[in-house]
C-alpha cells in the first residue's frame, strides 16, 4: 500500500485528505506544527478504527525540518508514494501595509515549504521512476485577490512550480499537480462575516461554498490517474471560470 505524506494535516482540508486516505488503506504520515492537541485527536480517532497514521511535529517553512521529517519517513517506509503539499497560512492586509516580515512568513510557509519538501521526495521518486506530487493552491493564485497579495503571489508562485516540476520530472514517471481550491468551509475563512460569506454565495453560480470533502475527492483522482500531470484544478463552484 501507499505511503502519503500531508503537511498540514491537523485542521481543515489536510486533516479531510489524511482521514480519508487513511481509512481508504493508505499509510498515512500527517505532518503539523502548532496544532498538536488536534493531531493527537486525529491520530487516536483513526487509529481506535484500526486505521494506519502518524503524526509528525515539524514547522515546513524551516528547511532542515523538512529534510528530517523526509529522511525519518523514508528510513521507517522506504519510500514516499504520494506528497501533498498542503501547509499553508493566510492573511488579509492592505499591500501598502504587507511588511517584510509578513512577505517572509507568507512565502516561506506557503511556497518555500512546497518547493523544498518536493525536492527532498524526488530523489526517492525518481529512482522508483513513480510517484505523485500534489500541491494545495488556491483560486487566488490563478486570479490574484484584494487585500491578498502575499498570499496570492505565494499561491501563484505554487502554481508554477507544478507546471514546471511536471515537465522535469515526467519522464521518471512522476505527476506534479495543483488544486486551486475556491472558498471552502474551513478555519482559514473564520473571518468572513455571515454577510461575507452570502455575498460569496451569491457570487457563486453553484450557489454554495465548496467542503472540505469537494477537494478530498480531487486528491484521491489526482492519486488514481495516471495520465494527468502540470495541471491546475481548481474546484471553486464556478466562482472563477478560465
Not at 153 to 173: F, M, Q, R, Y
Amino acid at each position: 500500500m501507499k505511503t502519503i505524506l500531508i503537511t498540514g494535516a491537523s485542521r481543515g482540508i489536510g486533516r479531510e485528505i489524511a482521514i480519508n486516505l487513511a481509512k481508504e488503506g493508505y499509510k498515512v504520515i500527517a505532518n503539523y506544527n502548532k496544532s498538536e492537541k488536534e493531531a493527537l485527536k486525529l491520530q487516536k480517532e483513526l487509529q481506535s478504527e484500526g486505521f494506519s497514521i502518524e503524526i509528525y511535529k515539524a514547522d515546513v517553512s524551516k528547511t532542515e525540518e523538512i529534510k528530517q521529517m523526509v529522511e525519518y519517513v523514508l528510513n521507517k517506509y522506504k519510500n514516499i508514494d504520494v506528497l501533498i503539499n498542503n501547509a499553508g497560512i493566510s492573511d488579509t492586509k492592505l499591500f501598502t501595509d504587507i511588511t517584510e516580515e509578513d512577505w517572509d512568513k507568507m512565502i516561506n510557509t506557503n511556497l518555500k515549504s512546497a518547493f523544498f519538501a518536493s525536492q527532498s521526495v524526488a530523489s526517492n521518486m525518481i529512482h522508483n521512476k513513480n510517484g505523485c506530487i500534489i500541491n494545495i493552491s488556491s483560486v487566488y493564485g490563478m486570479v490574484g485577490g484584494a487585500c491578498e497579495v502575499h498570499y496570492s503571489v505565494s499561491k501563484a508562485g505554487i502554481d508554477g512550480l507544478t507546471k514546471a516540476l511536471a515537465k522535469e520530472l515526467g519522464p521518471s514517471n512522476i505527476r506534479v499537480n495543483s488544486i486551486a481550491p475556491g472558498a471552502i468551509n474551513t478555519d482559514m475563512n473564520k473571518n468572513l462575516t455571515k454577510e461575507d460569506i452570502e455575498e460569496l454565495k451569491k457570487e457563486t453560480p453553484l450557489g454554495r461554498m465548496g467542503e472540505t470533502k469537494d477537494i478530498y475527492k480531487c486528491v484521491k483522482w489526482l492519486i488514481e490517474d495516471e495520465y494527468t500531470t502540470g495541471q491546475v484544478i481548481s474546484p471553486n463552484g464556478g466562482w472563477v471560470i478560465v
